[in-house]
């Protein structure tokens, strides 16, 4: 089974309009269209607007870093996901580690949110890994199988017809410690593997699996080389439009 690369961009608390308008000028003039990735940016709520419009009709998707699981209602300060469909959002980024730790996100409100995305036909972009404590006591397999089976309890088959998984060690975001090859390839597979039984085979093949953390023009092409690395979850170097198509033509 060929799954075609992915490269998102997760811009984080980055780029105001303006900003983001000059990174996109800059972007899609290194961007051929038929790049053998896809290619997805991930703005702020605040620029969802502006760069959904400017990359309207490009081969550059959007995605949200969040979504609320309601469609609408009295819930101040969040956005639902048929506000995000309705800008031209494909994707949201969900359970993110920031959010897990700075933001109160859990497993049950992770999974809300990829049964709200699966409704209104968003892809998730479903964010796990272990931290520093957990990899050195060896638990990397346990903490990523629990964050992955937690989150999809009870959703398939339905909202699943489309999924991306994201694999990131949470020591090594934004940290400059990238996973070694071997680190990566291994828990990926193992995600995969647990799709399998979770899920379907099927979907388990389908699903790309990135890895995030610290990823950049350097290590790129060495991570893409593992059978179950299908792209990148990229903060710190997307911010940069060089940096970012570096990565993007690895
Ligand atoms: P980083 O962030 O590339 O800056 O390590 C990755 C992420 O948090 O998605």
Not at 54 to 74: F, I, P
Not at 222 to 234: K, S, T
Request: contains cysteine.
């Amino acid at each position: 089974m060929t799954r075609r690369p992915l490269i998102a961009a997760n811009w984080k608390m980055h780029q105001t309009v303006p900003e983001a308008l000059t990174f996109l000028d800059h972007l899609l003039a290194d961007l051929s269209g038929d790049e053998e990735a896809e290619v997805v940016i991930a703005p702020p709520f605040t620029a969802l607007e502006a760069v959904g419009r400017r990359l309207d009709g490009t081969s550059v998707q959007v995605a949200a870093q969040n979504v609320y699981w309601e469609d609408q209602g009295a819930f101040t300060g969040e956005v639902s996901p048929l506000m995000l469909k309705q800008l031209g959002c494909r994707y949201v980024i969900i359970g993110h580690s920031e959010r897990r730790q700075l933001f109160g996100e859990t497993d049950e409100t992770v999974r809300r949110r990829l049964r709200a995305a699966g409704r209104h036909e968003l892809t998730p972009i479903l964010c796990v890994g272990e931290t520093k404590e957990d990899r050195e006591a060896g638990r990397t397999d346990d903490v990523i199988t629990g964050q992955i089976s937690r989150a999809l309890e009870g959703l398939y088959p339905d909202p699943l017809r489309e999924l991306v998984v994201a694999y990131e060690p949470v020591w090594a975001i934004g940290t400059g410690l990238t996973a070694t090859v071997d680190q990566a390839q291994e828990a990926q597979a193992h995600l995969r593997l647990l799709l399998a039984r979770i899920t379907d085979k099927g979907l388990a093949n389908r699903t790309r699996i990135l890895y995030g953390g610290s990823v950049k023009p350097e290590n790129i092409l060495a991570l893409m080389a593992m059978p179950d690395v299908d792209g990148a979850l990229v903060g710190g170097a997307s911010l940069s439009a060089d940096s970012f198509t570096g990565i993007i033509h690895f």
